[in-house]
């Protein structure tokens, strides 16, 4: 995982866990089972912008649609 910020997966992701009351990803050990994104069998360190398009129906099956939403429109943003 680079050292800078997280990408906007990692986000979605660990909000994700967050609203579920769960531990988040970003704090668990980086190659741990428990760290494996299972919808996308993916380390949570090795997720890109480009997991975003498996992200999305996850968190809609999971209605957390609002992410999406929010994802979305960081997303438009840095495009323009």
């Not at 997966?9 to 866990?17: I, N, T």
């Not at 999971?62 to 999406?68: F, H, M, P, V």
Request: net charge negative; proline share 6%.
């Amino acid at each position: 995982m680079p050292d800078s910020a997280f990408n906007l997966a990692q986000v979605l992701w660990d909000e994700r866990a967050a609203l579920e009351g769960q531990q988040l990803p970003s704090a668990l050990p980086a190659n741990g089972e428990n760290s494996r994104i299972a919808p996308l069998d993916k380390f949570f360190a090795a997720l890109t912008r480009d997991d975003l398009a498996a992200t999305y129906p996850q968190l809609n099956a999971d209605n957390r649609w609002a992410l999406c939403l929010q994802a979305v429109e960081s997303e438009a943003r840095r495009l323009h």
